[in-house]
């Protein structure tokens, strides 16, 4: 077994062949932002692209920090912009975003330019489609719409491995899961939009239902909540 004394960090330049680097030779290069977050620029939320987003990570001030903190999280909510900032975790500098969230701040490490792939010829394919068409798909989007409500999705891999876990153990017979039929190919698109639209359970209007809501309100006073803050990986 290797001492923890005796392991040293290096470089391999070539095969086989490495360059020493002393503790304190990293210390001399550590970048400023080794000890504090330095803020590049502040940029407009709705031209991030959620495709550079790396990892996620809830952010808490410490005590002496947190009105600063109050007050960036504060600003960024009004003005609707996101900042751009360098930080350094884990002896690794990072880019990061830093967005309101919740009343608090949320760091998401970003994925840099070279990072993210670009595909040929990827993009909207040269067809035409015609108006019907995409009034049927806009009609199918709408009979599908709703709120987003995270709770709703789970793994149901996850879920049917446990199923199948707890039957092998009680020594019972698992029900497999029902494959989708094999679907033919898609001759008439209009058809096929209008099959789906047809096998959707039915809505009732929405004006129907904005007014039933409307009947059930009634005034109440409104106080603004503190948010909680909480520090954990998203």
Same mark, same amino acid.
């Given at each position: 077994?290797?001492?923890?004394?005796? *392991?040293?960090?290096?470089?391999?330049?070539?095969?086989g062949?490495?360059?020493?680097?002393?503790?304190?030779?990293?210390? !001399? *290069?550590?970048?400023?932002?080794?000890?504090a977050?330095e803020?590049?620029?502040?940029?407009?939320?709705?031209?991030?692209?959620? *495709?550079?987003?790396?990892?996620?990570?809830?952010?808490t001030?410490?005590?002496a920090?947190?009105?600063?903190?109050?007050?960036?999280?504060k600003?960024?909510?009004?003005?609707?912009?996101?900042? *751009?900032a360098?930080?350094?975790?884990?002896?690794?500098?990072?880019?990061?975003f830093?967005?309101?969230?919740?009343?608090?701040?949320?760091?998401?490490?970003?994925?840099y330019k070279?990072?993210?792939?670009d595909?040929d010829?990827?993009?909207?394919?040269?067809?035409?489609?015609?108006?019907?068409?995409? !009034?049927?798909?806009?009609?199918l989007?709408?009979?599908?719409?709703?709120?987003?409500e995270?709770e709703?999705?789970?793994d149901t891999?996850?879920e049917?491995l &446990?199923?199948?876990?707890?039957?092998?153990?009680?020594?019972?017979e698992?029900?497999?899961?029902?494959?989708?039929?094999?679907?033919?190919?898609?001759?008439?698109l209009?058809a096929a939009l209008?099959?789906?639209l047809?096998q959707?359970?039915?809505?009732?209007?929405?004006?129907v239902?904005?007014?039933e809501?409307?009947?059930?309100?009634?005034?109440t006073?409104?106080?603004?909540? &503190?948010?909680?803050k909480?520090?954990?990986?998203?």
């Amino acid at each position: 077994m290797v001492a923890r004394s005796e *392991i040293v960090k290096g470089y391999e330049y070539r095969k086989g062949e490495y360059v020493i680097i002393e503790p304190e030779e990293i210390k !001399k *290069i550590e970048p400023k932002t080794a000890k504090a977050m330095e803020i590049l620029e502040f940029v407009k939320a709705d031209q991030v692209d959620p *495709i550079y987003f790396e990892s996620s990570y809830f952010v808490t001030p410490e005590e002496a920090g947190r009105r600063p903190y109050a007050l960036l999280c504060k600003a960024l909510e009004e003005t609707n912009y996101v900042a *751009i900032a360098k930080l350094t975790m884990h002896n690794r500098e990072y880019t990061v975003f830093l967005r309101p969230y919740k009343g608090g701040m949320m760091l998401h490490t970003m994925y840099y330019k070279d990072e993210v792939r670009d595909l040929d010829n990827f993009g909207r394919p040269d067809v035409e489609l015609k108006d019907a068409e995409v !009034k049927v798909a806009h009609q199918l989007i709408e009979a599908l719409a709703g709120d987003f409500e995270p709770e709703k999705y789970h793994d149901t891999f996850e879920e049917n491995l &446990k199923t199948l876990i707890k039957a092998r153990l009680e020594g019972e017979e698992v029900t497999p899961v029902e494959k989708p039929k094999k679907m033919a190919p898609v001759v008439d698109l209009m058809a096929a939009l209008k099959e789906s639209l047809a096998q959707l359970p039915k809505k009732p209007p929405q004006r129907v239902e904005a007014a039933e809501a409307a009947s059930e309100v009634k005034p109440t006073a409104v106080k603004k909540a &503190k948010a909680s803050k909480r520090k954990q990986a998203a």
